[in-house]
Structures are given as C-alpha cells and as structure tokens.
T-cell receptor
Framework: GAVVSQHPSWVICKSGTSVKIECRSL??????MFWYRQFPKQSLMLMATSNEGSKATYEQGVEKDKFLINHASLTLSTLTVTSAHPEDSSFYIC??????????????????FGPGTRLTVL | AQSVTQPDIHITVSEGASLELRCNYSYGATPYLFWYVQSPGQGLQLLLK??????LVQGIKGFEAEFKRSQSSFNLRKPSVHWSDAAEYFCAVGSYGNKLVFGAGTILRVKS
C-alpha cells in the first residue's frame, strides 16, 4: 500500500509554544488529508479534513485557531498546535487519500495512515 | 449520529485458537464498514472493508468479517491466531462528509 509519513514521531514542548507536525504522502498524491487525535485507550477522533489548496474543514468542538492546518501541496499537510497547553498532549495521526470529495465516494479510496506523532506539553 | 461500538476492550486468546472481535454500528443508510489494525509505532493498516455485495468479506493476513444488517454488526474473525496478530483493532463506519467514525478499539493479546 501507499506510504504516509509523519514528522516528528514525538515531540516535547513547553506550555505556550507552538508545534508543527508534518504529514507527507510519499508515493502518491493526496487530494485529501485527515487529522485525528487519539487519547490513551480511546479511539481516533477526527479533528479536521483538508483538501489541497482549500481551507480545512474542522469538526465540531475543534478550535481552528488553535489547530492550524495547511495543505499546500498534494503531498504535504501540516498541523500546527498553537500556544500548546498540557491538555493538548495527545497522539496525533494523519491519513491521506487520493480520492475526491463527492458524496461518500471518497471512502472507496482508501485512507492511508501515518504512524502518528506523540505530543507532550510540559 | 453515526457510532461504532466495540464491546471488548481487551481480548486474550491462545496462539492457534480462533478469534472473533465484535463490532456494532449505528448508521442510517447502507454502511461502509472497515476494520483496521494498529501495532505500536505503526500507522493504522486496513484489514478489510465492506461496501456492498457479498456480506462475508475477506481481508489480509487471513482475516474475514461478516456484515449482518439485522444485527448491525460487522464482526472480525480469524480461524487461527498467530503471535504476530497481537495489536489493537479498530472497527470504523464511513460517515457523511467522507469521514470515518471509529470504535474505541479492542486490544488483542496472544498467549503462547
């Protein structure tokens, strides 16, 4: 299958600083990328959906000014956690798909997941 | 709202024994259903998916799942578990807006 990388794999930062996480599709063009957050012993919760060249669509309850998502190219999306606080500590996972966004047809195009980034805010 | 329930948080099976992981979903239309596996340090890997047609779906690594509309279930099965199958397994349903809604996951432990 296709490969999606994330960088860094883990990061520790001080409260109040910003952290950028990169998600790259290595061998395909990702029209759509998704960002998830996973709390310990809990499921993945979708944070936002980003389409190349467009503004990201955030899920209800996700602060778009805090979690800045940029999908500037077909192989790269970034998530920036601004003014991070300890409650932002979590495991952040991206996925990428080469499909379009019409109806549920996108789901017929598999989402390929990155290995995740562990963020710890002190 | 769409939701997925995985009733078992942990399951332990002996190597060579059969396995069934339960998944129940709530969805208003014909669901798109998925099973993913997550190993430590690895991204989620798709095991199998159901969109339509034959309700018994074959996947990778010897896994299969059966869609039962009457029970709103999509249970994952494997006839003989290997130690390398120890991981966390997530069931997911495709939701409106091309999103995936995941269950809480089931951690599989394999004892030798």
């Amino acid at each position: 299958g296709a490969v999606v990388s994330q960088h860094p794999s883990w990061v520790i930062c001080k409260s109040g600083t910003s952290v950028k996480i990169e998600c790259r599709s290595l061998d395909f063009q990702a029209t759509t990328m998704f960002w998830y957050r996973q709390f310990p012993k809990q499921s993945l919760m979708l944070m936002a959906t980003s389409n190349e060249g467009s503004k990201a669509t955030y899920e209800q309850g996700v602060e778009k000014d805090k979690f800045l998502i940029n999908h500037a190219s077909l192989t790269l999306s970034t998530l920036t956690v601004t003014s991070a606080h300890p409650e932002d500590s979590s495991f952040y996972i991206c996925s990428a798909s080469s499909g379009g966004t019409s109806g549920r047809g996108l789901l017929r195009n598999e989402q390929f997941f990155g290995p995740g980034t562990r963020l710890t805010v002190l | 709202a769409q939701s997925v329930t995985q009733p078992d948080i942990h399951i332990t099976v002996s190597e060579g024994a059969s396995l069934e992981l339960r998944c129940n979903y709530s969805y208003g239309a014909t669901p798109y259903l998925f099973w993913y596996v997550q190993s430590p340090g690895q991204g989620l890997q798709l095991l199998l998916k159901y969109f339509s047609g034959d309700t018994l779906v074959q996947g990778i690594k010897g896994f299969e799942a059966e869609f039962k509309r009457s029970q709103s279930s999509f249970n994952l099965r494997k006839p003989s578990v290997h130690w390398s199958d120890a991981a966390e397994y997530f069931c997911a349903v495709g939701s409106y807006g091309n999103k995936l809604v995941f269950g809480a996951g089931t951690i599989l432990r394999v004892k030798s």
